[in-house]
């Protein structure tokens, strides 16, 4: 005997979803890999828990721990990496990925995000006093070779963090930028962190500016895509990362004199690949390769992020260039996903700002909002569900969409680095 439409709906609204049986979730598509021997590597840092919000920014496909590509695809190349993804720079679309959304450990493609943080905050011919503590860095750790009391432009400053990944360069950066005080390295890194959540990179928390392993620092391959987006529609990071030799000037100081050296571009991206538009490189022990790269060909813009990877067979960025080739195969308004912008994440936050202000207190009944309910869901709105559903688990199913739909709308906001 069927159950009256009153009594089905008092069923549904009286049914803790919690209790609701979940629809079996997709299996994870395994990402190509090399058959490599695995190497010996430290024990991966405990991550934050999945948040199903954050998994879904950028899209539904994206919330995936394993391989998406668009139907019909091509096979994306066999590699290394932990997490990659590939993305037009000036639409947005996300034309692949393995586990987007996936925290890893940057190393010093970190140093991406204190530029897109300070690069137009500070006068590239501002000249710097380099102190003590700018050389507080791990020993053996990737420097550019500054010297306490020497005097560099800002310019060479930003050289010898993106051609040497020069851990001393990023302390001054981070020092000047953030007042210039003691305080200063601390400043710009929690600038950095809300660039991050700006730009709708949810995973991202830096800890320190150069990207030198810290407790609880992480990002993802979506994050560093939309951070490697800002930095290389900059035209002053361009020419900086583009760069393929740079001069140190000769120092003088009360207790050392040392003479000028030339230092040179790690990334080997721009001199091996047609139409690079630069990236940056990094490697601590425990984060493994990481590497974030652009190129221009055919009139499209590509940004490549890789993180997790071993140099064997392949090294970052040669792994980088394999995922470009791929991405530059497919056809122009191939996409998986799309990478938010700052304009979105704003709006969506104003949006939700105005909602949870509207919305009543805790246990306090508003309108015709049954109490107890999940929040949002009015009486009407469970009426409409009952109508068109026929079973509490096509109900839950329903919710995770809205929560989805609303996640797009709204993304939520230690070792040898060089």
């Known amino acids: 005997m069927r159950r009256p439409l009153a009594a089905l709906i008092a ?35 405990a991550v934050p828990a999945d948040d199903p919000a954050d998994l879904a920014v950028g899209g539904d496909a994206l919330a995936t721990h394993g391989l998406v590509v668009p139907e019909g695809s091509p096979k994306p190349p066999a590699i290394t990496a932990s997490t990659w993804l590939v993305a037009d720079l000036d639409t947005g679309e996300v034309l692949g990925a393995c586990d987007p959304h996936g925290y890893q450990t940057p190393a010093s493609v970190q140093k991406t995000l204190l530029a897109a943080t300070a690069i137009d905050q500070l006068d590239p011919k501002q000249v710097v006093t380099v102190t003590r503590g700018d050389l507080d860095i791990e020993p053996g750790s990737s420097a550019v070779g500054l010297i306490v009391g020497g005097k560099y432009p800002i310019s060479t400053l930003w050289l010898g963090l993106l051609l040497n990944s020069g851990n001393d360069a990023a302390n001054a950066l981070a020092r000047v930028a953030g007042g210039g005080g003691k305080d200063g390295v601390a400043n710009t890194v929690a600038a950095m962190n809300a660039l991050a959540a700006s730009l709708g990179a949810n995973q991202t928390h830096a800890v320190t500016p150069s990207g030198l392993d810290g407790k609880g620092q992480f990002t993802s391959a979506y994050d560093l895509a939309l951070i490697g987006r800002v930095c290389l529609n900059n035209a002053d990071f361009r020419k900086y990362a583009l760069t393929r030799t740079a001069q140190m000037p ?30 940056k490189t990094g490697f601590t022990q425990l984060a493994r390769h990481s590497y974030v790269g652009g190129a221009e060909r055919g009139g499209r813009r590509l940004v490549v992020t890789v993180l997790g990877a071993e140099a064997r067979p392949l090294r970052g960025w040669e792994q980088g260039a394999k995922l470009l080739d791929w991405g530059f195969s497919l056809p122009k308004g191939t996409s998986v996903g799309n990478l938010v912008t700052p304009e979105e994440v704003a709006a969506a936050q104003a949006t939700t700002d ?65």
């Open 11 to 45: 069923g549904l609204l009286a049914t803790p979803l919690f209790l609701i049986p979940a629809p079996a979730a997709a299996a994870d598509i395994p990402c190509p890999k090399p058959k490599v021997a695995a190497p010996s590597r430290p024990p991966r840092p």
């Open 250 to 279: 000769a120092q003088k100081t009360a207790s050392r004199k040392v003479g000028g050296f030339q230092f040179q571009n790690e990334n080997k991206l721009i001199y091996n690949y047609p139409g690079a538009l630069g990236g």
């Open 354 to 418: 105005a909602g949870e202000a509207a919305a009543p207190a805790p246990g306090e009944k508003a309108g015709n909002t049954r109490p107890g309910a999940p929040r949002g869901l009015s009486v009407a709105a469970a009426i409409s569900v009952a109508v068109v559903l026929t079973a509490a688990p096509l109900l839950l199913l329903l919710t995770q969409r809205r929560r989805r739909r609303l996640s797009r709308e709204m993304p939520r906001s230690p070792s040898r680095a060089r």
